[in-house]
């Protein structure tokens, strides 16, 4: 069973790497669910790794309804990735009432000229699953990083292993997994498991916050305040 270890950092792709995992997933800001690695990050895991490297194509947390330029800036972070190196792409995008979003996945693959595609988990927020992973095949996708639409993988895992013998599309289960109940999804056959096997490094207490908690939105995304910004510019 290939194991795909989701990392922000060079130091945690070397452990995953020495403790004998397959893959990894990488992108930054693992708080926020991930998004895109920097240009540096990308290509210094390129050279400092020799397992496979898929990068998280997202421009920001929250939801995975994307305006025109946040899809373009997606397109030219594959376009960057691409070429450095990468094996894969991991992205995706959704409608506003959490359907799949058909034409923008399309071009999101597309950019990819051929580096296997991973559909992320923006699928677990798709009201009919089993239309999307039709869907989604059609479109070429090749893996699905879903927890069945539960918070844990584990809870789903009648669902997940459902789909996983009766769709062509390889079926990634993620969320919640870990040394515990990994072998539940061997058992059942899957073929690939992701996770993020992290532990927190304590570095004592914060002296100055820095305010990141309220940053931390799940169900829309920052975006600047322009009346904030015009009081202040323009002392009114």
Known sequence: ????????????????????????????????????????????????????????????????????????????????????????????????????????????????????????RAFDWIPNKEEAIGQLDGLGVQRILTSGGCTKAIDALETLTSWNRNYTTTILPGGGINSSNYLSFQTAGFKEIHLSATKIIDMGEVEIPMNAPKYLVENGHILCNSEEVSIICKGD
């Open 1 to 120: 069973m290939i194991v795909e270890i989701c990392v922000d950092s060079i130091d945690s792709g070397l452990i995953a790497e020495k403790s004998g995992a397959n893959r990894i997933e990488l992108c930054s800001a693992l708080a926020l669910g991930g998004i895109t690695p920097s240009w540096g990050l990308i290509e210094r895991a390129i050279q400092k790794l020799s397992i496979g490297i898929h990068v998280l194509i997202r421009p920001r947390g929250g939801d995975f309804t994307y305006s025109e330029s946040e899809i373009e800036l997606m397109l030219a972070d594959i376009e960057m990735a691409k070429s450095l190196g990468v094996s894969g792409i991991v992205s995706g995008a959704l409608t506003s009432d959490h359907t799949l979003d058909i034409e923008n996945t399309k071009r999101l693959i597309n950019a990819g000229g051929g580096l296997p595609f991973t559909f992320h």
